[in-house]
């Protein structure tokens, strides 16, 4: 086995540590560089991002004319705020005629009849424009 002098063994590892302390700084420099920063805090941030409905239906397949019981809870929406139903009809978001209010525990029982024929795009809405995910209900 052939012998390395010391002081080549100690250049070749202060080489290395050198190396890979250059290559880690500019990574980090090069990540910092490239990720966006945030914006500054202030009061007049939107508190709609703070806010949430859940919604979820009893029943996935109805009759026309038949009751569907829409449950769910809200994130940030005082108790006593006003909750609609909505279907999507033509591209565009309409109300029906099912509402309800935020109760205690901050849940809410939305009952509504549907009375067209097909797949309905439902969504719950709040009187601040919250709106809950889209649920499909068929129709036939």
């Known amino acids: 086995m052939k012998s390395i002098p010391r002081s080549r063994c100690a250049r070749s590892i202060a080489a290395g540590l050198l190396s890979a302390a250059l290559l880690t700084g500019g990574a980090v420099n090069a990540f910092a560089a490239a990720s966006p920063k945030p914006p500054p805090s202030s009061s007049s941030a939107s508190p709609a991002a703070n ?3 859940t919604v979820k239906g009893d029943k996935a397949v109805v009759k026309v004319g038949d009751q569907v019981v829409f449950i769910g809870r809200t994130k940030g929406l005082k108790v006593g ?3 609609v139903l909505q279907h999507l009809n ?7 005629q099912a509402n309800t209010v935020v109760k205690n525990g901050s849940s809410y029982t939305l009952p509504g009849k ?16 919250t709106v809950s995910p889209t649920v499909v209900v068929t129709v036939s």
């Open 90 to 96: 033509n591209g565009k978001w309409t109300t029906l």
């Open 114 to 129: 549907l009375n067209t024929k097909g797949k309905e795009q439902l969504r719950v809405m709040g009187d601040d424009k």
């Open 81 to 83: 705020s006003k909750l």
């Open 51 to 53: 806010k949430s409905i």
